[in-house]
């Protein structure tokens, strides 16, 4: 299996609500990763997962609120967002992290879930 | 920025065409990769070419890297239809930083 999944799709959510992402891979993947992508802009690191323990975190607010309660999944709990966090969120994961290991990784991507926040 | 460029940032050709797109950094890198983006959709790994790698072939695909000028080029022969995506490069720092992407239409 390599193949990363995310789900929803599709997410609309008000400024109060509380929602969560997922993502889940199969590969044995030591790295996990999301990403923050805008309209015709390329993706952002968001945080990165090693061992499953946060390795980085790129100075996202509070808002944005990761977790990864084992080697295959990875969460992205959402509270109180605005509308400019609308965007594509892609979920990836790798072999292991570069920054551990000393070597780059092919990621492999999810679809992304689409968030619009009204 | 640590992002890396790349121009063309859109380029439409003719179906059965050859398409080059180009990336260039700042930072020093051990590795180079490429990654595909059909539209609103996850990306796909192409290619990754080393720093002491000058060439690199993936059928269609064609990867140089100069580190002397900090740039890489793609090159996709025979273009079809189904090459109509967006095109990263991305690189290591202490984190993989993507380009800001090539949006390639093939026309028919």
């Known amino acids: 299996d390599t193949e990363v999944t995310q789900t929803p799709k599709h997410l609309v959510m008000g400024m109060t609500n509380k929602k969560s992402l997922k993502c889940e891979q199969h590969m044995g993947h030591r790295a996990m990763y999301w990403y923050k992508q805008k309209a015709k802009k390329p993706p952002e690191l968001m945080f990165v997962?090693?061992?499953?323990?946060?390795?980085i975190n790129e100075s996202v607010p509070s808002r944005f609120s990761p977790e990864c309660p084992n080697s295959s999944l990875l969460n992205l709990h959402l509270h109180a967002l605005q509308p400019e966090d609308s965007a594509l969120y892609l979920c990836?994961?790798?072999?292991?992290?570069?920054?551990?290991?000393?070597?780059?990784?092919?990621?492999?991507f999810g679809p992304g879930t689409r968030l619009t926040v009204l | 920025s640590q992002q890396g460029e790349e121009d063309p940032q859109a380029l439409s050709i003719q179906e059965g065409e050859n398409a080059t797109m180009n990336c260039s950094y700042k930072t020093s890198i051990n590795n180079l990769q490429w990654y595909r983006q059909n539209s609103g959709r996850g990306l796909v790994h192409l290619i990754l070419?080393?720093?002491?790698?000058r060439e690199k072939h993936s059928g269609r695909l064609r990867v140089t890297l100069d580190t002397s000028k900090k740039s890489s080029s793609l090159l996709i022969t025979a273009s079809r239809a189904a090459d109509t995506a967006s095109y990263f490069c991305a690189f290591r720092d202490d984190k993989i930083i993507f380009g800001k992407g090539t949006r390639l239409h093939i026309l028919p």
């Open positions: 990836a994961s790798s072999q292991d992290f570069a920054f551990v290991s000393g070597r780059a990784n092919e990621q492999f």
């Open positions: 997962y090693s061992y499953e323990k946060l390795s």
């Open positions: 070419i080393r720093s002491n790698e």
